[in-house]
Nanobody
């Protein structure tokens, strides 16, 4: 199983970016999917979670009202729409997915990080 993230970049404050993370491989079922971010000198922060389909999404307080997580189960893909970006959102964003496979049971897989830089 592999996760491929994309969509990071450089944007001015107030701008928007959309991150994508697609899971591929021998996937039987995807449970939760979400995004973390890690800024220099800061602890890793859970940004948004899309739990098992049908459950409520969760957001860090710092991004509520600005970020939106969504999921396309037909594509095994999770998205993070980021609006009204602030310089404080600058970080490496990493996606994860809790995936069940017959061979390995439930495991957490990680995508490569994607850099988001917001200039003031």
């Amino acid at each position: 199983v592999q996760l491929q993230a994309s969509g990071g970049g450089l944007v001015h404050a107030g701008g928007s970016l959309r991150l994508s993370c697609a899971a591929a491989g021998s996937i039987f079922r995807i449970n939760s999917m979400g995004w973390y971010r890690h800024a220099p000198g800061e602890s890793r922060e859970l940004v948004a979670v899309f739990p098992t389909t049908g459950d409520r999404t969760n957001y860090a307080d710092s991004v509520k009202g600005r970020f939106s997580i969504s999921r396309d189960n037909s594509k095994n893909t999770v998205y993070l729409q980021m609006n009204a970006l602030e310089p404080e959102d600058t970080a490496i964003y990493s996606c994860y997915a809790n995936i069940w496979t017959p061979a390995g049971g439930s495991q957490v897989y990680w995508g490569q990080g994607t850099q988001v830089t917001v200039s003031s």
